[in-house]
């Protein structure tokens, strides 16, 4: 490795693009899947699986919270690059 940085400005558009759209795509069916979950869940147990429901419940709203925080991820890194990609243009171009 010999220490020269060289960034490629549309490889790091392509790597933004890319993760912004995978953090939308992962936020979308989180949503989702956390909605139609919980409905099937008490759909099927109905009141008599209202004990099982209390310790459910909060496993799927972690679960939601953290596929959730994923997406953010992705979008934040996505936007992160789209910002460095810019700087880097801008500082190459001056």
């Known amino acids: 490795m010999n220490g020269v940085f060289k960034a490629v400005p549309a490889a790091m558009t392509a790597f933004s693009t890319v ?3 995978v953090g939308a795509t992962i936020t979308a069916a989180g949503s989702a899947d956390g909605e139609a979950m919980l409905a099937a869940a008490a759909a ?4 008599i699986g209202a004990s099982y429901l209390a310790a459910y419940v909060p496993a799927q709203v972690g679960n ?11 979008a934040a890194i996505g936007g992160a690059t789209a ?3 810019e700087a880097t243009v801008a500082a190459d171009n001056s």
């Open 19 to 21: 993760n912004q759209a």
């Open 64 to 74: 939601l919270a953290a596929t959730l925080s994923v997406g953010q991820l992705h």
């Open 83 to 85: 910002v460095a990609n």
């Open 44 to 47: 099927a147990l109905g009141p």
